[in-house]
């Protein structure tokens, strides 16, 4: 049966990647894009493009107006990422402004169900391991990073309009996104260019990755069987640096060589000094090149957890998956 989906974040990889698999199973599909997001990549499909800013009501009154918006799902998946310890002004604005607009407007215009791109990063530490169901809680101040932050607020939020306006939506908490499609001047494409062009040494630590083509799975699964309220982490295999870049080199082959600096280099005790030693030396610092595998959520849970749940297909190898992220972030 044909269904009707509004996507925000369209022109990003997963936005991209959601919009072709909706339309090849015959949706109807609306996408939101910024004033100045590429949209070649739509050319030739039958989609609707809007253009305007979560993050500013009034750019999505057109975006909003559809003839039956009680049948209708939108996934908000407009968000802006990065999982370095760096500052982003622009990130609460897009990622908890934006977030709070979207379900706001969706509770307004009576839209039938919001698939919320939450994060797993956004999810505090745990003794006994995440699970998905209903048991989420989000606190900001029990997460680290100005991304896992924001997502935690927005997170909460839409959990208290869940609870107070019997507001149909799911969360779905991917953890770190790679596959096709994933651009330069992203934070796997600044590491994979940091290691084979600029030679930086390794530091000790390990991620967990999910391919993009299943978190849109997971998305899709989510709004046709996910439990109102329920939150669904998305997850992939881990990897230790160490692994990571040895499969990098095999599906590069290029072999780099693998230099892994002592663990008292990630001390905060002593970061002022490794900083002003490595602006000295006019080199990149490895902690901030490197700082994706120093960030990793939770590793106790495993992809059965999602699958179970939402009935998802066989999940994309992370070596293929690996080798197409090279691919179009290099």
């Not at 622009?90 to 979207?102: E, F, K, T």
């Not at 969706?106 to 939450?118: E, F």
């Not at 990073?145 to 997170?155: C, H, L, M, P, R």
């Not at 998305?234 to 663990?263: H, M």
Request: proline share 2%; with cysteine; aromatic share 10%.
């Amino acid at each position: 049966m044909c269904k009707q989906y509004l996507v925000t974040g369209g022109a990003s990889q997963l936005g991209e990647h959601l919009v072709k698999m909706l339309l090849e199973r015959g949706d109807k599909v609306r996408i939101l894009i910024g004033a100045d997001d590429d949209d070649t990549a739509f050319e030739g499909m039958d989609v609707e493009i809007f253009r305007g800013e979560t993050f500013q009501k009034d750019t999505m009154k057109d975006f909003f107006t559809i003839e039956d918006p009680r049948s209708a799902i939108l996934v908000h998946a407009d968000e802006r990422v990065s999982i370095t310890n760096s500052k982003d002004l622009l990130m609460r604005r897009v990622n908890v402004s934006g977030a709070v607009n979207i379900i706001d407007l969706c509770i307004k215009n009576k839209i039938g169900r919001l698939v919320y791109l939450s994060s797993a990063y956004a999810l505090p530490p745990s003794k006994d391991g995440y699970v998905s169901g209903q048991e989420f809680t989000f606190n900001r101040y029990a997460v680290e990073g100005d991304y896992a932050q924001t997502k935690a607020e927005a997170s909460s939020y839409l959990m208290e309009k869940i609870t107070l306006n019997k507001f149909d939506a799911v969360l779905v908490l991917p953890t770190f996104i790679i596959g096709p499609g994933a651009r330069k001047d992203s934070d796997i494409g600044k590491v994979l260019n940091g290691y084979l062009t600029h030679n930086v040494d390794l530091v000790n630590g390990g991620h967990v990755f999910v391919d993009v083509r299943d978190v849109v799975a997971g998305i899709i699964a989510a709004a046709e069987k996910g439990v109102r309220g329920a939150g669904y982490i998305l997850t992939g295999e881990y990897r230790s640096t160490v692994d990571f870049f040895q499969d990098v080199c095999e599906a590069t082959g290029v072999d780099k060589g693998q230099k892994t600096l002592p663990n008292w280099i990630l001390n905060k005790s002593v970061a002022k000094f490794v900083d002003t030693y490595y602006k000295l030396v006019h080199k990149k610092n490895p902690k901030d090149v490197y700082a994706l595998f120093t960030t990793s959520p939770d590793t106790r849970y495993d992809s059965s957890s999602a699958s179970e749940i939402l009935e998802l297909d066989g999940q994309t190898s992370f070596k293929d998956s690996l080798k197409e992220t090279i691919s179009s972030a290099i």
